[in-house]
């Protein structure tokens, strides 16, 4: 595994997480290009298929990052997503998928350096935990969000 560099998507909504790797961008701050950023209109639309596909598909962790809690311009996305994060993860874990690969962060539209930082230490403990490894299909009806 010596060379090996793992994939990662970065769901970022795009009133705030988008807003702030936007500046990054423009700021010239950089962070790993295995990370792919995806803009969603707000977490919240986030539906746990997304992550299961994307896991299935061979991404190997997935950063989900709204706004911050409060101040979500969908009133309260980021708390859906953050639910559905949570009870996604036990769900992993039965499916052979370390919980660590899939996580939320919230930043404001400002926060390009706490961005940057998110996606850097998800890169690190994706690296560490090494190429994605599903054990069986995943039951995605336990999760009950
Ligand atoms: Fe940013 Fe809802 S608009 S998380």
């Given at each position: 595994m010596e060379n090996y560099e793992p994939k990662i998507i970065a769901f970022c909504c795009h009133y705030c997480a988008y807003s702030a790797a936007d500046l990054a961008g423009s700021s010239r701050l950089q962070y790993p290009p295995n990370v792919r950023i995806v803009r969603t209109?707000?977490?919240?639309?986030?539906?746990i298929d997304y992550y299961m596909r994307a896991f299935e598909n061979g991404i190997d962790g997935v950063l989900v990052a709204g706004c911050e809690e409060g101040s979500c311009h969908f009133k309260d996305g980021n708390l859906l997503a953050k639910r559905r994060v949570n009870s996604i993860r036990t769900v992993l874990a039965e499916a052979g998928?370390?919980?660590?690969r899939l996580r939320m962060v919230n930043v404001s539209a400002a926060m390009a350096r706490p961005l940057v930082e998110y996606i850097k230490e998800m890169v690190e403990t994706v690296r560490k935990l090494g190429p994605v490894k599903i054990k069986e299909p995943v039951n995605k009806t336990s999760t009950g969000v």
């Open positions: 209109p707000c977490t919240g639309r986030l539906e998928i370390e919980a660590e």
